[in-house]
């Protein structure tokens, strides 16, 4: 499912990585970004993993619409499954030059669920939250900070791709073995099969479809069920 995150007043600026993470910074006034700067369109993954808070894996890997590489960065880095995925995600961002249009994907819940519902009212509240009397800074305050910088820039559509095996595991086929613990071949050989109908390769409509709700002008055009048959077409 996508969901279209967008800042409100947001700031523009514009440069390369190192130049777009000099401005994170806060500064005074605000400026409206129009909908004309939105030149480019991208397709960020956001990856991490993490065995112990003192061994953890972060990556990113960001192309055009079409499919083409545009840049990717990983790195070891200490702490939790969401801060690293985080890392991820700003560091994606943060390496997009001028203003664009973005569909990040990711299997992290913390981080899509906290975009789409949390981050308005964290927004609100400074980043910080009251504990028995006390203001504190909400969980990553440094990383939501940057990320919602980063949607003051460019337009930004999450999406929470999940998978898991549903196809059963495959059981050893049982032979029966002769005395001494030799199988025997006692059939003749079989006939080599024909070899069956080459599989196409699956082509650019699901990228198409992730890509589909984040144009930059007008509504998001209806979307339909990806069929299987979709994505093995060309």
């Given at each position: 499912?996508?969901?279209?995150?967008?800042?409100t007043?947001p700031?523009v600026v514009?440069?390369t990585v190192k130049g777009?993470a000099?401005?994170?910074s806060p500064?005074?006034?605000?400026?409206?970004?129009?909908?004309?700067?939105?030149?480019?369109?991208?397709?960020?993954?956001c990856?991490?993993?993490?065995?112990?808070?003192?061994?953890?894996?972060?990556q990113f890997?960001?192309?055009?619409?079409?499919g083409e590489?545009v840049f990717?960065?990983q790195?070891?880095?200490?702490?939790?499954l969401?801060?690293?995925?985080?890392l991820?995600a700003?560091r994606?961002?943060?390496s997009?030059e001028?203003a664009?249009?973005?569909?990040?994907?990711?299997n992290n819940r913390?981080?899509?669920?906290?975009?789409?519902d949390?981050?308005?009212?964290?927004?609100?509240n400074n980043?910080v939250?009251e504990?028995f009397?006390r203001?504190?800074d909400?969980?990553?305050?440094?990383?939501w900070?940057?990320?919602?910088?980063?949607?003051?820039?460019?337009?930004?559509e999450?999406c929470?791709v999940?998978?898991?095996?549903v196809s059963?595991?495959?059981r050893p086929v049982?032979t029966?073995d002769?005395?001494?613990g030799v199988?025997?071949r006692?059939?003749?050989a079989h006939a080599t099969?024909?070899?069956g109908?080459?599989?196409?390769p699956?082509?650019?409509?699901?990228r198409?479809?992730?890509?589909g709700?984040?144009a930059s002008?007008g509504?998001?055009?209806?979307?339909?069920?990806?069929r299987?048959?979709?994505?093995?077409?060309s």
């Amino acid at each position: 499912m996508l969901q279209s995150i967008d800042a409100t007043s947001p700031h523009v600026v514009h440069g390369t990585v190192k130049g777009v993470a000099k401005e994170m910074s806060p500064r005074e006034g605000n400026v409206e970004i129009p909908s004309d700067n939105i030149v480019s369109e991208y397709l960020l993954v956001c990856e991490a993993r993490s065995t112990t808070l003192m061994d953890g894996f972060w990556q990113f890997s960001l192309e055009t619409a079409g499919g083409e590489p545009v840049f990717s960065a990983q790195d070891n880095e200490v702490g939790d499954l969401n801060r690293l995925t985080l890392l991820a995600a700003v560091r994606g961002l943060e390496s997009i030059e001028g203003a664009s249009t973005v569909t990040l994907i990711s299997n992290n819940r913390y981080l899509i669920r906290s975009l789409t519902d949390s981050l308005p009212r964290w927004r609100e509240n400074n980043f910080v939250w009251e504990h028995f009397g006390r203001r504190i800074d909400v969980q990553h305050a440094d990383l939501w900070r940057r990320i919602d910088r980063a949607l003051q820039i460019h337009r930004v559509e999450a999406c929470l791709v999940s998978s898991r095996l549903v196809s059963p595991e495959p059981r050893p086929v049982e032979t029966p073995d002769s005395a001494d613990g030799v199988q025997l071949r006692v059939d003749s050989a079989h006939a080599t099969a024909a070899p069956g109908p080459r599989i196409k390769p699956p082509n650019d409509r699901l990228r198409q479809w992730l890509l589909g709700g984040g144009a930059s002008s007008g509504s998001a055009p209806a979307r339909r069920r990806i069929r299987t048959a979709d994505l093995l077409d060309s």
